[in-house]
């Protein structure tokens, strides 16, 4: 069963049903579910599908397994191929001779996932893919040729935005994303699983919407009990999932966790010095590619100062696991395989919390928006920190609104009711006074309060104009 992707699967029936080629690339965070969602989708449909083997050492092995494997998948879908494979081009061609032969008019769907893996060095891959498609593929008007893969980077620079023989050649896009609350509830209930809300969230929280660590849930065992059995025993299936993410998806992985492991420590961002100076790598284009790469697979987010100077923006680290495994994990594993269920009310298990329900927050904005009820009205999302008046104030979540408003939005993680109290409402009022003569915006400003179970009545509690709740992230905008 497929949970969510309502959108994505409308996308590649349009892509299976026109009447003309089409080259689709379907890309996304490693374990987000692309191989599945279009595995399930098509189900039996496939014309051709292999598979890029992990790299081995020894890039002529590489090389040899990877045509091995595709030779191996051509006969298992009827595809004579009576050589070795000894090129990409002698690979392609044999895909070009079956097809030729088909006598079926239908779309002939081929699936070659974890692409750049078949990219080993100096083996001209590329250069064989771009012959297939715009020699033959691209003239014809039966074929769904589906790209897939991991490395974002890779397929940016190889497909996307190729300035080769692929440029301007891929036809449809799929940007594969973790699931939403919403999806996230799907699924557990089609696992069977009885969670409350609040317990969805906190999940989310920490593996931030990946369908392969929830699959992993157990509906016998508590939260705490869960997290522990996922990520803290010493058998634990995501014993070694960080690394073992960062060194699937980059050469020199070790650079990118270090610069991950900094942003970590700064919830609000790092600025590009500051990254410098912690991590002591020099200026220059390295860096630059690791913040593009780590930005392009949904790691970290650059956002611009309000009103949207490119100059001087942070950095901030948004996969909700690497946070969690940064703050939580590294460290611990094996010393306490009952860490999280032992875990108390500690400043810093509240400090992940606020920074945590932030993140899941900013993930949401459209649920934000429906709740609001500005959901058909243009809007643009800022971050925004002072750095004159008020060097302490920050804003969270700024929506600037084409009707002249903006929602000043403060993300506020509670086990009851927030309380606003008057220390923190003389706070609200100094961060909306900063805004206003910082930014020199002309716009009404309104105060908007996003928490987990709504804002507790009380003297101050009439200063917010409009709040949302947890409940209303859970909301599926255009259909509740």
Same mark, same amino acid.
């Given at each position: ?9 409308? #996308? ?16 996304? $965070? ?11 989708h ?39 191929? @009576? ?14 001779k ?113 369908p ?23 058998d ?32 609000k961002? #790092?600025?590009?010095?500051?990254? #410098? ?55 611990n ?19 992940? $919390? ?11 904005? @459209? ?29 969270d979540?700024? #929506?600037?609104?084409? @009707? ?29 006074f ?9 716009s ?17 509690s009439?200063m917010?104009?409009?709040?949302? $709740?947890?409940? @209303? ?8």
């Open positions: 069963m497929l949970v969510g992707r309502k959108k994505e699967i409308e #996308l590649l029936k349009k892509y299976s049903s026109t009447a003309e080629s089409e080259f689709v690339v379907v890309y996304g $965070r490693r374990r987000v579910g692309k191989t599945f969602l279009v595995r399930q098509f189900r039996d449909k496939f014309f051709f599908y292999t598979t890029g083997v992990a790299p081995e050492a020894g890039e002529k092995a590489n090389l040899r397994v990877n045509l091995e494997h595709f030779r191996f998948n051509l006969t298992n879908y009827g595809i004579n191929c @009576d050589s070795t494979l000894s090129s990409w081009m002698e690979a392609f061609d044999c895909l070009r079956g097809i030729e032969s088909s006598t079926s008019s239908d779309k002939k769907i081929i699936f070659l996932d974890e692409m750049p893996w078949m990219d080993t060095p100096k083996s001209s891959f590329i250069s064989a893919l771009e012959y297939f498609w715009n020699s033959f593929a691209s003239a014809r008007t039966d074929i769904l040729l589906i790209a897939c893969g991991s490395a974002s980077t890779w397929i940016s620079r190889k497909l996307l935005n190729n300035r080769g023989g692929l440029h301007n050649r891929i036809t449809g896009k799929l940007l594969i994303r973790p699931f939403t609350l919403s999806e996230c509830e799907e699924y557990f209930r089609y696992l069977n699983i009885v969670i409350d809300r609040r317990d969805i969230a906190e999940a989310y929280m920490i593996f931030g919407g990946i392969y660590y929830l699959r992993y849930w157990d509906g016998r065992w508590s939260l705490p009990q869960n997290v522990d059995r996922i990520v803290f025993r010493d634990a299936p995501l014993k070694n999932e960080f690394e073992n993410m960062y060194a699937s998806l980059f050469k020199n992985s070790a650079q990118y966790i270090d610069v991950v492991k900094a942003l970590s420590t700064k919830s961002g #790092l600025f590009r010095d500051d990254i #410098l100076r912690i991590t002591g790598m020099s200026d220059g284009g390295t860096l630059s590619e690791i913040l593009q790469n780590l930005e392009l697979s949904g790691f970290i987010r650059y956002y611009a100062r309000y009103p949207g100077k490119i100059r001087n923006g942070l950095y901030q680290l948004i996969d909700n696991y690497s946070l969690f495994h940064l703050t939580f994990v590294e460290g594993l094996g010393q306490n395989e009952n860490f999280w269920s032992d875990m108390h009310e500690t400043p810093k298990l509240n400090t992940w $919390r606020g920074y945590a329900f932030e993140q899941l927050c900013l993930k949401h904005i @459209d649920q934000v928006k429906w709740a609001l009820g500005i959901a058909g009205t243009a809007t643009d999302a800022y971050s925004w920190k002072s750095k004159e008046s008020n060097p302490g104030a920050q804003i979540l700024a #929506l600037l609104r084409s @009707d002249r408003i903006v929602n000043i939005c403060e993300i506020k993680f509670s086990k009851y009711e927030f309380a606003i109290t008057k220390d923190y409402a003389e706070k609200l009022r100094n961060k909306l900063s805004f206003g003569s910082e930014t020199g915006s002309k009404t400003l309104h105060l908007t309060l996003i928490t987990t179970y709504g804002i507790k009545q009380n003297a101050y009439n917010v104009q409009s709040e949302v $709740r947890l409940e @209303d992230l859970f909301n599926v905008p255009g259909r509740n």
